[in-house]
């Protein structure tokens, strides 16, 4: 049996793997489960579980935790520095990574520095982190196995071919697929009246706020784009991205010999997390089969980098490199959140994210602790340019 590691075990992307691992109790047991603020959900899983060990980040919600959780053997623990010590814990097989954001980024560094099996929905650590990241899993021979729908097909498609970071023979470039999120056929003038509910209600994938506000601003391709590099080690030339509304292939890998494998399947994250968690086997889950007579139709657009530009911004900052991403990454959240509260207009987010990525010089990339201060700076930055415009 594996033994597993779950961050973020309340939200979507724990939601969809703990469905799979209930398929299979012979194959997986849960090491370990972690929330932030949601304590009842937390109780409800370790209740189901029973892992080793239950971790809150939140102070409030931990103390509710503890009262509440009367589960014999679950250890529970306090704090963000012990994410990292559950994720390096030698009896810990895989780690699957979904906090969202750069909460996530220290515990995905911990689990690459021990050398463990990373199953990774956050993008934003290899985004921001990239460069310290990646040399780590060439020493340490971690894996890191994507679970975002479009990196996943990419690690399907390539098979035994795939190894972290490294470029396979024979592959020209790779497509990744954009869902468009809601407004992709909207016009750019309409865009400073749309609502967040209307941004963050998207048309095929069930996602947190603020990967569905990504999604809508197509931000969330320009990191993936990013996160394509680093994993696929592909220069920007070599990272294409067609908008397929349908949401149907996930992505494409295109060879030198003109062969394309794209990998197809319904939208629903339980089949990149469970093609994940079976290292290559293939496992039941609840997803629904595809029926290619039933959808008729897959269509393909050209991604309008004027309409949607944190796409072109993404694509600027990994050709900057260094903290240019980290930068990048550090505004979006804030405008996001900005405009989630109501403090700022749709078509405000891109413009705010442009207007921070010029005005700070990007550097190399230190080390972790640098990397913090500087996502203190830009948040900071950030929100002061918000609060001005107001």
Same mark, same amino acid.
């Given at each position: ?14 939601? $969809? ?7 299979? *109790? ?8 972690? %929330? ?11 209740t ?5 060990h ?21 250890q ?8 990292? /010590? ?16 750069? &909460?996530?980024?220290?515990s995905?560094? &911990?689990?690459?520095?021990? @050398? ?12 921001? =982190? ?15 196995? *994507? ?11 390539l098979? $035994?071919?795939?190894?972290? @970071? ?11 697929? %954009?869902? @468009? ?5 909207? /016009?750019a003038?309409?865009?400073? #009246?749309?609502? *967040?509910a +209307? ?11 603020k990967? $569905? ?13 990013? /996160?394509? #590099? ?16 349908? $949401? ?14 794209? +990998? ?15 290292? @290559? ?5 609840? =997803?629904?089969f ?60 891109? +413009? ?10 990007a ?8 990397? +913090? ?9 950030? /929100? ?7």
């Amino acid at each position: 049996m594996k033994s597993i590691c779950i961050l973020g075990a309340t939200g979507s992307i724990g939601d $969809s793997t703990l469905n799979v691992l209930r398929k299979h *109790p012979d194959k997986f047991r849960v090491h370990s489960l972690t %929330a932030h603020t949601n304590a009842d959900k937390i109780i409800q899983l370790a209740t189901e579980f029973k892992p080793e060990h239950v971790v809150v980040t939140d102070v409030d919600a931990y103390q509710l935790v503890r009262q509440q959780l009367t589960v014999q053997n679950t250890q529970i623990h306090c704090g963000s520095a012990a994410l990292e /010590e559950v994720v390096a814990e030698a009896t810990v097989d895989l780690v699957v990574a979904g906090i969202v954001g750069n &909460a996530g980024m220290a515990s995905v560094l &911990a689990a690459v520095q021990a @050398g463990k099996t990373l199953l990774l929905a956050n993008k934003e650590s290899i985004v921001a =982190a990239g460069e310290l990241v990646m040399p780590v899993v060439q020493q340490t021979a971690a894996r890191i196995i *994507p679970l975002d729908s479009e990196h996943n097909a990419i690690y399907q498609c390539l098979g $035994s071919e795939y190894q972290t @970071g490294v470029r396979p023979d024979g592959v020209k470039s790779i497509t990744l697929t %954009a869902s @468009g999120g809601p407004f992709w056929q909207t /016009e750019a003038s309409q865009f400073k #009246h749309i609502t *967040p509910a +209307q941004a963050v209600a998207h048309p095929k994938w069930d996602m947190g706020a603020k990967i $569905s506000i990504d999604s809508a601003t197509l931000m969330n391709k320009g990191l993936e784009i990013i /996160e394509a #590099h680093w994993l696929f080690d592909m220069p920007n030339q070599d990272i294409n991205v067609l908008v397929h509304p349908q $949401s149907i292939i996930h992505s494409m890998v295109n060879y030198i010999d003109g062969s394309v494998l794209a +990998q197809m399947g319904c939208p629903d994250m339980q089949i990149p997390i469970s093609h994940g968690l079976g290292l @290559g086997q293939r496992l039941i889950n609840d =997803a629904s089969f595809l029926d290619l007579l039933q959808q008729q139709q897959l269509t393909f657009y050209v991604a309008d980098t004027d309409k949607f530009s944190c796409l072109q911004l993404a694509r600027e900052a990994m050709v900057v490199g260094g903290t240019a991403p980290a930068i990048l990454n550090a505004a979006n959240e804030v405008s996001v959140a900005a405009f989630l509260a109501g403090q700022i207009r749709f078509d405000q987010i891109g +413009q705010i994210n442009d207007r921070i990525l010029n005005a700070i010089q990007a550097n190399q990339v230190e080390s972790l602790a640098h990397l +913090q201060d500087l996502d203190i700076e830009v948040r900071f930055k950030t /929100e002061t340019l918000i609060n001005s415009q107001q």
